[in-house]
């Protein structure tokens, strides 16, 4: 990269997450180090092998949705809409108003790993008459299922609801969307394409069907006796994820744009990549490799040195096999570093909302670094000696961040991380 | 900009499996649309689809992958061999030189409906070890990377119909940033009861019964549009690889790119093409052209009065001040809407029309609507074609625009 390149900065968050309202009510769970996580009341879970999730107790319309968007949108669209409008309220950006930036240089890229999964469901109860008819009946559809298959439904809302005609996508790479959605938001500024980008993720999988194809593989957890403490992401008793939902919205806006008109900047993004382990759908080897080459190529994008990194928000899922990968791609990718860092698993608190999950992360990081405190693995109690590094047990911890990665993993193969940037670190 | 090249084509479609099946049924002008085979859509008020008939999936996917798999994913693995082999390209010693960035629209929906059906009918217990990775929308792209050991950076973008020239897109900024070769474009076989039925609730698709009356864009008796399975698989390389490489062949350069959204409304269009002519614009002006070097458009051709009223203003707006009207064709008649693979194999059909100097005729424009300064190219003709800019959208208002153009030694 050149010295002309273009910088990307957080100007504005907001968050949908479970056991919470809103970004500040969520940083305020996880400082607190509380979970989230209980037994599933959106449908009896009796027959499942999972029966906990991290459920939002959400009410579009209490958020200040009308009822139309309501009426046509699955969840995670209005999860996105409700997280978006406290980003861009957040960011001061003036949509609407004479003091709008150009909108034909606002992009909008929205991350989803499973789209409107719920709502399909249901229709599909209705249409088949509860899986009895394979030739569905049409008199029982909604309107609008159109955009239940397709998920580029919900970068329309966002494009639409603050006007932006710059380019708009969903980015849908299973559980590292909201990191990639977040990734390709700064390329578009990056690159000249905009100037400010609506960009995060949303999922809201917390839906028979996805219960029950997460059960047959065993990677949720079977702990149904202890919802509050079923997720234990690096400790030696975790068997599997919590499943979660939710949405998190970052306002991404060019450095000199954000500055003009003197706007809060949260952190600077300095790096991201992308890798695939070409290994399997699900598995993972035990060695990190890929996800080692995606922390060090994020981290030379932003030229940072491995020793400036002070946290890492970790995938951290809970599954036996995660946390042993990522704990040796951290290793292998920061050097001797690695024994001095902070590394914590919000996941542990909010569950795994799949795609979505990415851009929470990277708004727990954003605040981490802002605000000098790293968030907490809650649950851990029991060392893996395989998980040798400091994951902040159980309580947050007063720190000074200047370089902060939040990484992430999926299905398919795909290891993303982002690198954040405290405003005053000096660039060399 | 680095002009990246085509190397390699893959198409799965309709028209047929392979770039020369395909590209002689367009030229012939064979319709491949026709009644829908594998299940009775009659509640449907649809009768037509654009099927693959002639794709056998044992020819190109392992029966271990392929239980694991939708067929969506199939014509994906199938295309994406087919671009490699069309390419010559064989993996790099460096696993992360290639990426994966394709687009999706609906997942895998014939697997998927099966899981569901099972879950509500019988239980939990009956939803298979598979469905967790055979319906979302990574799946093709995660299988091709392990299959064929890609470990570059990947990406999935979901722009419904605009979704293939968007994932050129992304593949450029990929590029830019160092990884030198990228598999593009994408597939779709959402002809399925579940799939076509949330199809039908966008409102836009013909209810006729004959292949002639219905998917007919730009013609006075328009109607909306039929569906269709498949879509292609291109292989993009940064010139110098190619070049070290000893690429075989170069279809062609990708030399801009422009996408912008409506965002106006939430199914209807812009009652303007405003920001339709603008991603058109910003295409052009990516590839440092003007209106005058573009010796044809590969429309989106909806088929909707409305839609291809607004795509020819969007059309007339940037080029009308021309000399002469250009010419302007929508080859996805022949095919069906194959959502975001309609748009890859819209680049394909560019490409191959740059290659022989043919623009591929618009099926049943009978009666075209009154279009200034615009050459409605209704049956295939012979004429020169050298730079192609070929648009998409996408329903709830995405705007993509290609340039494409020869590929010059020493050019770019």
Known sequence: MNATRRR??????????????????????????????????????????????????????AQGLTAHEVFRNDRFVQMAMVAADEAVADSGLAFGTGDAPDPDRVGVTLGSAVGATMRLEQEYVAVSDAGTHWLVDPRYASQFLHQALVPSCGATELAVRFGAHGPATVVSTGCTSGIDAVGYGSQLI???????????????????????????????TGNNADPEHAAKPFDARRDGFVMGEGSAVLVLEELEHARRRGAEVYCEISGYANRC?????????????????????????????????????????????????????VKRSLGPTAQRISMSSIKSMVGHSLGAIGSIEIAATALAVQRGVVPPTANYEVPDPECDLDYVPNTAREQKVDVALSVGSGFGGFQSAIVLAHPSRRTP | MTGLLVTGIGVVAPTGVGVEAHWSSLVRGEPAIGPIEGFDPARYGVTLAGQVRDFDPEAHVAPQLKVQTDR??????????????????????????????????????????????????????????YQSIAWFYAASTGQISIRDSYK????????????GLDSIGWARRVVRRGTPAVLVGGTEAGVTPYGLLCQVTSGRLSTATAPEDAYKPFDRRANGHVVGEGGAILLLEEPGAARARGARQVWGEVAGYGATHDAHHHEAPAPDATQYARAIRLS??????TPDDVDLVVADGAG?????????????????????????????????????????????????????????GTAHLDDPVEAPGVDLVQHSRAQRVETVVVLARGYGGFNSSLVLRPHREGTS
Request: aromatic residues 6%; contains cysteine.
């Open chain 2, 152 to 163: 570059g950076p990947s990406g999935v973008v979901v722009s419904e119909g605009a979704g």
């Open chain 1, 190 to 220: 990056e690159d000249g394409d905009a100037d400010v980008v609506i960009s995060g993720a949303s999922d809201a999988p917390i839906s028979p069907i996805s219960m029950a194809c997460f059960d047959t593989i065993r990677a949720t």
């Open chain 2, 72 to 129: 969506w994913t199939w014509m994906s693995l199938a295309a994406a061999t087919l671009a490699a082999q069309d390419a010559g390209y064989e993996a790099p010693e460096d696993a992360y030189a290639t990426s994966v960035f394709l687009a999706a629209g609906s997942g895998g929906n014939e697997f998927s409906q099966h899981e569901i059906q099972g879950l509500w009918a019988k239980g939990p217990k009956s939803v298979g070890a």
């Open chain 1, 277 to 329: 382990n070409a290994f399997h759908m699900t598995g993972l080897r035990p060695d990190g490799v890929e996800m080692a080459e995606a922390i060090r190529l994020a981290l030379d994008q932003g030229r940072i040195d491995a020793d400036e990194v002070g946290y890492v928000n970790a995938h951290g899922s809970g599954t036996k096999q995660n946390d042993r990968h990522e704990t040796a791609a």
């Open chain 2, 304 to 360: 909707v009065p409305e839609l291809d009223a607004l795509e020819l203003a969007a059309i007339g707006d940037v080029f009308g001040g021309r000399t002469t009207p250009v010419p302007v064709t929508a080859p996805s008649s022949w095919s069906g809407r194959l959502m975001a693979g309609g748009s890859a194999l819209n680049v394909a059909t560019a490409l191959l029309a740059m290659r022989d100097g043919i623009m591929p």
């Open chain 2, 284 to 289: 052009l002006a990516d590839a440092g052209l």
């Open chain 1, 8 to 61: 990307v900065v957080i100007t504005g968050i907001g968050v949908v997450a479970p056991g919470s309202m809103g970004r500040e009510g969520f940083w305020d769970m996880l400082t607190a180090g509380r979970t989230a996580t209980r037994r599933i009341t959106f449908f009896d879970p009796s027959r499942f092998r999972s029966q906990v999730a991290a459920e939002v107790d959400f009410d579009g319309r």
